[in-house]
């Protein structure tokens, strides 16, 4: 099943001081092998930006360690724009908490500190008649290095990363894309305020 470009860019959704990004991916794949991709550690580390070490259960604790070549590669993106990575700790291990676990419809992760400003991700998985549709939405906390823009692009190229994997199980990921997505980005960014 082969999506447009466009049809992959997320949205931008304001609720007075509040935002959302929301992105929607239909994989050619039951909802079982996108959960899967979603939730264990052998398909996060090809994808998502860290581990999820603990128990898969709603309302579990867990711990989220950067994978060391996502943090290495991050810090590099980081200098090569300019940002001062000095203030940085990129081997941080962050706190979590598993808010919803439906296998194999909903997961909802709160990632940093549950009573500080932290990010909320939420996946729901729904069949179709050839494959999943997958809505992934995120409340970020505070802005990242690369401001929201720089979220919702990382966002976007991990979702990218993500249906390459489920689909052919190799994952093309390409930096430069990541900063021309940072600027659309931006633009939907600064159109909804």
Same mark, same amino acid.
């Given at each position: 099943?082969?999506?447009?470009?466009?049809? /992959?860019?997320?949205?931008?959704?304001?609720?007075?001081?509040?935002?959302?990004? #929301?992105?929607?991916?239909?994989?050619?794949?039951?909802?079982?092998?996108?959960?899967?991709?979603?939730?264990?550690?052998?398909?996060? /580390?090809?994808?998502?930006?860290?581990?999820? @070490? !603990?128990?898969?259960?709603?309302? =579990?604790?867990?711990?989220?360690?950067?994978?060391?070549?996502?943090?290495?590669?991050?810090?590099?993106?980081?200098?090569? =724009?300019? @940002?001062?990575?000095? *203030?940085?700790?990129?081997?941080?291990?962050?706190?979590?908490?598993? #808010?919803?676990?439906?296998?194999?419809?909903?997961?909802?992760?709160?990632?940093?500190?549950?009573?500080?400003?932290?990010?909320?991700? /939420?996946?729901?998985?729904?069949?179709?008649?050839? !494959?999943? #549709?997958?809505?992934?939405?995120?409340?970020?906390?505070?802005?990242?290095?690369?401001?929201? %823009? !720089?979220?919702? %692009?990382?966002?976007?190229?991990?979702?990218? %990363?993500?249906?390459?994997?489920?689909?052919?199980?190799?994952?093309?990921?390409? #930096?430069?894309?990541?900063?021309?997505? *940072?600027?659309?980005? =931006?633009?939907?960014?600064?159109?909804?305020?």
């Amino acid at each position: 099943m082969n999506q447009k470009a466009t049809d /992959r860019f997320g949205t931008v959704v304001r609720d007075g001081d509040k935002l959302s990004l #929301r992105y929607e991916r239909h994989l050619a794949h039951s909802p079982e092998k996108v959960w899967s991709a979603l939730t264990e550690s052998d398909s996060l /580390r090809h994808w998502f930006p860290a581990d999820i @070490v !603990g128990v898969r259960a709603a309302g =579990a604790l867990v711990q989220l360690p950067f994978w060391p070549d996502e943090a290495a590669e991050s810090q590099a993106a980081l200098e090569d =724009a300019g @940002v001062d990575t000095t *203030r940085f700790d990129f081997d941080e291990v962050l706190p979590g908490e598993i #808010r919803e676990f439906d296998p194999p419809k909903v997961f909802e992760l709160v990632w940093g500190n549950p009573q500080g400003k932290a990010d909320v991700l /939420r996946f729901e998985l729904e069949p179709t008649a050839d !494959g999943t #549709r997958l809505v992934f939405t995120t409340w970020p906390g505070e802005p990242g290095p690369m401001g929201h %823009a !720089g979220t919702a %692009a990382g966002w976007h190229a991990c979702l990218d %990363a993500l249906q390459s994997l489920v689909e052919t199980g190799a994952v093309h990921e390409d #930096r430069q894309d990541v900063i021309g997505l *940072r600027g659309h980005y =931006a633009s939907l960014l600064a159109e909804s305020s």
